[in-house]
């Protein structure tokens, strides 16, 4: 079993859906948790970053942590064809090393 | 302008020819960090580096070296390349840990026949 589990998709939603990501985990060191995302032919960049349990809002985007379920989330509100891209979800439990998931194709269709 | 730099961009060499992949990063980041991506593992962290002179295996160190002699550059190895290292590989740099924002270079794609 992979310490980080994402499902690979592709998602495929209207202009305007809002947008759920996921992943699941099972090392319950893990204490920061991210989300990067990747446009093609690019490298990752940094989305979101939420340490421990909880929520945090950015604009349209919304990352939600429950650790008793060992679950995270990515929420896009308004959803755009700009917003087309890979999701990564990582995890670390400090230190130096990060898991990164699978990643999520999102397409948005205008 | 803050970035990481990667060369070559893409690479296509043939089984055992020794090569490297080099990353420079501008923005006097501690730690840098190589990971190799492929379809349906998504991205996987070969070596890091937590400081000059200082560098660890990560999850898949098989087959790479790395070296830290300067604090910018952060040289990937690949002594004898064989065609299950044919992927795209990353190399991205933050301020102290892997916990601080990762910045990571436009990618190598790397195919070994």
């Known amino acids: 079993q992979k310490e980080v589990e994402q499902d690979p998709g592709p998602l495929s939603v209207p202009e305007g859906a809002i947008v759920s990501l996921n992943c699941t985990y099972s090392n319950s060191a893990f204490q920061y948790f991210m989300w990067y995302r990747q446009y093609s032919r690019k490298g990752p960049e940094l989305l979101m970053y939420t340490y421990s349990s909880g929520n945090k809002e950015d604009g349209r985007f919304t990352a939600q942590v429950d650790k008793s379920s060992k679950y995270i989330s990515l929420f896009i509100r308004d959803s755009q064809p700009s917003d087309s891209a890979t999701y990564l979800c990582?995890?670390?439990?400090?230190?130096?090393?990060?898991?990164f998931g699978a990643g999520t194709r999102l397409f948005v269709k205008a | 302008e803050a970035q990481v730099t990667q060369n070559p961009r893409y690479l296509i060499t043939v089984t055992g020819k020794k090569l490297t992949v080099t990353c420079s990063q501008n923005m006097n980041h501690e730690y840098m960090s190589w990971y190799r991506q492929d379809p349906g593992l998504g991205l996987r962290q070969i070596y890091y580096s937590m400081n000059v002179e200082v560098t660890d295996k990560g999850d898949v160190p098989e087959g790479y070296k790395v070296s830290r002699k300067e604090k910018r550059n952060f040289p990937l190895i690949l002594e004898s390349p064989s065609p299950n290292q044919t992927s795209l590989y990353f190399c991205a740099s933050s301020l102290s840990t892997a916990t601080d924002t990762q910045y990571f270079g436009p990618g190598t794609r790397l195919t070994v026949l």
């Open positions: 990582a995890m670390s439990a400090g230190g130096f090393k990060t898991i």
